[in-house]
């Protein structure tokens, strides 16, 4: 089965057959149109969780998908479920997450709420090195310009950061 990039132009082989729940519609529309971002009356976000269920099962079979995505797209509905996917692929005991660390990295520097509450999660969990500093830096730089949000995803920054701190001076 072959699972395109973006542009559609170069194939790469996946194990994962391409998720569709309706072939009449590019997989990536019908991606970005089923997730549904925080609104003034709800703070979190909905996803497909047949989707979402689909990539959990496959756990380490789905990495390489994941990675081609997040590497790949600048959508942010896309980009919010794929770590939303990525979060609940880490919770059901999915080896190797932390090897994607170098693609999650390109989004360091985002200013979506939605992606850094997703993001910081991912690193509290991982607990990759490396990812410290960009979750000071995030801290730092939403208490310089916040951004409008429903929600506070500094709670979700200082979190992680506490995590990595008390990790650090155990025992």
């Known amino acids: 089965m072959y699972i395109y990039n973006i542009d559609q132009t170069k194939p790469y082989y996946s194990q994962i057959p391409m998720y569709c729940s309706n072939t009449n519609q590019n997989p990536r529309q019908v991606s970005s149109n089923r997730v549904q971002m925080p609104t003034p009356q709800r703070n979190y976000c909905l996803f497909d969780q047949n989707k979402v269920d689909f990539f ?12 081609g995505l997040l590497a790949r797209s600048n959508d942010e509905r896309e980009i919010t479920e794929s770590l939303y996917i990525v979060d ?28 850094q509450t997703f993001l910081a999660g991912i690193y509290r969990k991982i607990q990759v090195p490396d990812a410290f500093g960009p979750l000071v830096a995030m801290l730092i730089r939403n208490s310089i310009t916040p951004q409008p949000s429903c929600f506070d995803p500094n709670e979700e920054i200082g979190g992680a950061i506490l995590a990595y701190l008390s990790d650090r001076f155990k025992g």
């Open 56 to 67: 959990v099962k496959r756990k380490e079979l789905a990495i390489p998908y994941l990675s």
């Open 88 to 115: 609940r692929m880490i919770d059901n005991g999915t080896k190797g997450v932390d090897k994607m660390y170098p693609v999650l990295s390109r989004l360091n520097m985002t200013n979506s709420p939605n992606i």
